[in-house]
């Protein structure tokens, strides 16, 4: 039996409404990108949501709508894709890796205070597998230091904090999304970001198509002009109304994904709950994981994950941290010893397979795989 790491859930649904994107006419930014984000924000409960190509688009013009600046500092956790770190470099600003709890692999809140300095700027939690970050102590020291805070959401779409879907969290500057082909809503490439404040919103929006006062795609309409302007030094980040046409389709199907997953999770919980060697997950109780990911720990990671793709099952590993990256440990010097539980938390994870269209057979028998591996690693 082959069983890959990830699988996107598209349907003649997701097809035929692509199709007929094409057949409008409307290749890039359109109609379906604007209703696109009116129905992502009213899922979410966002004021405003402004749909780009990818969610390190979206990171990008959050900061830059924050008003990063050269020689500002961002505190990122260190377990986290290259790309939240990435898009602080893009300022010739300082990410400031923080390490992580080893229980939920987020961001240590208690170890971010120490990292605070008069140049720090910004705060990025990223929910790491689906599952919010201890938002309301984040919060408390944005607020002690006068910091804003940006979510990085790409694995958190539909997560819910204290009841509140992420996205719409009221205290939070901006959230940004990832629609990357392996994510929980996939339009192949692209990403969103959700904000309550308008200047944030208008800043986004602006920035996201080199800066042109209005929407581009409006020119075009009957009710059009020829004439804009360009107000701000911007980029090409705007999506496509293939892509969005796509993710209307997806958008509507968000709770019914998100339960097949949650059921694969429960599975794989009854399944290794008693085997001493598989750490699973920790989700605390005031909060739902979106289960982009499931991750548990397990001795030799390696070996078990070459035995179990002799054995067709595709796995993966998240994170490399930031620190161990080779550009970034000599850009900024960051020491291995200061990030001894991203460390271990590396060197001991492995993402199962968790995609809404396995069937009994394919989740039984990555169950029954992993146990028999790991019995005689």
């Given amino acids: 039996m082959q069983i890959p790491f990830h699988k996107t859930h598209t349907t003649n649904e997701e097809i035929e409404a692509v199709v007929e994107a094409i057949k409008s006419g409307w290749l890039t930014i359109g109609p379906k990108s604007i209703e ?9 409960g966002a004021k405003y949501a402004i749909s780009v190509n990818s969610a390190t688009a979206a990171l990008h013009l959050a900061l830059k709508a924050i008003g990063l600046k050269e020689g500002d500092e961002v505190i990122v956790p260190t377990n986290t894709f290259v790309a939240t770190a990435e898009v602080v470099t893009y300022f010739n600003a300082k990410p400031v890796l923080c390490d992580i709890q080893e229980d939920t692999h987020n961001i240590d809140v208690s170890k971010i205070e120490s990292l605070i ?8 939690p990223v929910h790491f597998a689906g599952q919010p970050c201890d938002m309301d102590e984040i919060y408390d020291i944005a607020q002690k230091y006068n910091l804003k805070v940006i979510e990085d959401a790409a694995h958190a779409l539909p997560s819910t904090y204290k009841g509140v879907k992420i996205g719409a969290l009221p205290k939070t500057d ?15 490439e692209g990403g969103m970001a959700t904000t309550a404040n308008e200047d944030f919103a208008k800043t986004i929006r602006i920035n996201r198509l080199h800066g042109i006062s209005r929407d581009a795609w409006d020119r075009y ?32 199907k968000q709770d019914m994904l998100r339960q097949k997953r949650a059921s694969i999770a429960k599975k794989y919980f009854q399944a290794f709950k008693d085997n001493p060697n598989i750490v699973l997950p920790v989700i605390k109780e005031d909060r739902e994981s979106s289960w982009h990911l499931f991750v548990v720990k397990v001795p030799k990671r390696d070996k078990v994950i070459e035995k179990l793709k002799k054995r067709g099952i595709g796995c993966s590993v998240h994170f490399i941290p930031v620190h161990k990256h080779p550009y970034y440990k000599k850009s900024f010097e960051y ?16 993402s199962l397979p968790i995609y809404p269209d396995m069937n009994e057979s394919e989740i039984e028998y990555v169950i029954t795989n992993l146990l028999e591996v790991i019995k005689n690693v």
């Fill in 36 to 44: 696109f984000e009116q129905r992502f924000g009213e899922y979410i």
């Fill in 335 to 350: 020491k291995d010893n200061d990030y001894p539980v991203a460390n271990k938390v590396y060197e001991q994870s492995l």
């Fill in 221 to 252: 309409t009957s009710k059009g002009s020829w004439y804009y302007e360009v107000v701000d030094n911007g980029n090409k980040y705007n999506t496509t109304d293939m892509n969005a046409a796509l993710g209307l389709v997806q958008l509507k």
């Fill in 117 to 124: 300095t008069s140049k720090t700027k910004v705060i990025i």
């Fill in 174 to 188: 901006i959230t940004c999304f990832s629609f990357y082909a392996t994510k929980t809503l996939s339009t192949g």
